[in-house]
């Protein structure tokens, strides 16, 4: 059973950073995209930034040259170190694991079948 679990989140002053982690077990495929996802309160799941087994890696152009994506292998840890934070990026933060992808649809939320329970990020102005 594949499980993630999100950390990290908080409130920040616009300008500011935060880092989010989502800790992934139960996870023993050797090929995935993983992916971060957010949602502001009536709005859709947006998709953020992903990374695959091979290290490709997409952004948002929203977030590009603002977030950064990783990925630690030996910590079964992925990471969103997110810079210059805008209250634009106020959501609640999700992870997301899946088996097979395809690079054209990582940003996409139905690629994915594993969730974690997400993490509130809050920028005020």
């Known amino acids: 059973q594949v499980h993630l679990v999100e950390s990290g989140g908080g409130s920040v002053q616009a300008g500011g950073s935060l880092r989010l982690s989502c800790a992934v077990s139960g996870y023993t495929h050797s090929t995935y995209c993983m992916g971060w996802f957010r949602q502001a309160p009536g709005k859709g799941r947006e998709g953020v930034a992903a990374?695959?087994?091979?290290?490709?890696?997409r952004y948002a152009d929203s977030v590009k040259e603002r977030f950064t994506i990783s990925l630690d292998n030996a910590k079964n840890s992925l990471s969103l170190q997110m810079n210059s934070l805008k209250p634009e990026d106020t959501a609640v933060y999700y992870c997301a694991a899946q088996w097979i992808c395809y690079y054209s649809a990582y940003l996409t939320s139905g690629t994915y079948m594993y969730w974690g329970q997400g993490t509130q990020v809050t920028v005020s102005s």
């Open positions: 990374i695959d087994s091979e290290g490709r890696i």
